[in-house]
């Protein structure tokens, strides 16, 4: 890439054909374009002076057409399946956090040979397809180049903690805005309680429902003190259901807002903030965050639908 307004991509270009024109590797001139500021590339429309990505709209059509089709069906063909994650596929160039919801689909046809043999749609499957349908219909096929620059917990001030007690619940911070939800009562004394992998996960779902659009097109590094959820994280799967119901409307936010991310893990005694909003330890919250709001925000409505709902046992 040159600099804008200069004949710099244009040298690069001669320098480039001339070198392969010497050692004999073939250019077909009927491809070769620019220099250019917008083209075409495998079928993705790319625009280096907006820093942007768009998908066709009869691509995207496609696309819900397909999965109108499939997901309503307890099985399909593998020839099928393979159609459908080759067009999804084709989307993930651009939103890459797409990538996550095609995992399933990839292990369905794990072992399977033959064209017309069936697939068994899992639950699993359907909700990841029912996902992508949701996307893509509310998708209007374009996204930005997401910023080159990691931007961490620490960067961003955000941050998230559980506590497993019945009596308490987690807490999320960012930027002087917090946010605290107490654990149902229905969940005392009950196993779920004991699923701290599951309680971590909450407040980072609620934190990137209330802040998830502040950090559209960019990097995000999540700092998190529970080792297991990080590989779940940085996986995008789990064997656990309940964790599972949240790591998917998780994943919707970064498909929303074209987030890239991934998680490290960070000690419990440097996440002071949310660990005194967990515990209600307003006294030192205030102290370790002077500069919080007054008041919290609310806990959007979608979640607590989900939270509600979650089995109290495995």
């Known amino acids: ?18 070198i392969c024109e010497e050692i004999g590797v073939p250019l077909a001139k009927e491809k070769t374009v620019g220099p250019v500021t917008r083209l075409t590339f495998l079928g993705i429309d790319i625009d280096t002076e907006e820093f942007r990505l768009r998908i066709p709209d009869d691509k995207l059509v496609k696309m819900v057409v397909c999965l109108k089709n499939l997901v309503g069906k307890r099985k399909v063909t593998l020839h099928e399946l393979q159609s459908l994650t080759g067009t999804l596929n084709f989307v993930c160039r651009a939103v890459r956090p797409g990538r996550a919801f095609l995992r399933r689909m990839y292990d369905a046809m794990c072992g399977i040979r033959e064209k017309h043999h069936y697939i068994r749609i899992t639950k699993s499957l359907r909700e990841d ?15 930005f180049f997401p910023e080159s620059e990691w931007l961490s917990s620490d960067n961003l001030n955000l941050f998230t903690d559980s506590s497993g007690n019945g009596l308490l619940g987690c807490g999320a911070y960012f930027a002087g805005q917090w946010v605290y939800f107490g654990w149902p ?56 259901k309940r964790v599972m119901s949240l790591i998917r409307p998780l994943l919707m936010v970064f498909l929303k807002h074209n987030i890239v ?8 005694q440097d996440n002071g903030i949310c660990d005194s909003i967990s515990r209600q330890q307003w006294e030192r919250f205030r102290q370790l965050a002077p500069e919080a709001d007054e008041n919290p925000l609310n806990v959007p409505n979608n979640i607590i639908e989900k939270i509600y709902s979650m089995k109290l046992t495995d």
Do not use: Q, Y
């Not at 200069?6 to 320098?15: A, D, F, G, K």
């Not at 599951?198 to 429902?209: C, G, K, N, Q, T």
């Open 185 to 240: 009562k229905a969940w005392e004394n009950k196993s779920i309680l004991a699923d701290i992998t599951f309680l971590e996960l909450v407040p980072i779902v609620i934190a990137l429902e209330l802040w998830g659009f502040r950090f559209s097109n960019k990097r995000l590094l999540l700092h998190v003190d529970n080792m297991a959820l990080v590989r779940i994280l940085n996986t995008c799967t789990s064997k656990s």
């Open 261 to 268: 991310f991934r998680a490290t893990h960070v000690r419990s």
């Open 1 to 18: 890439m040159g600099a804008k307004n200069t004949s710099h991509c244009e040298s690069l270009m001669l320098v480039f054909s001339g």
């Open 129 to 143: 397809m029912l996902t992508w349908l949701h996307f893509l219909e509310n998708f209007n096929g374009e996204t």
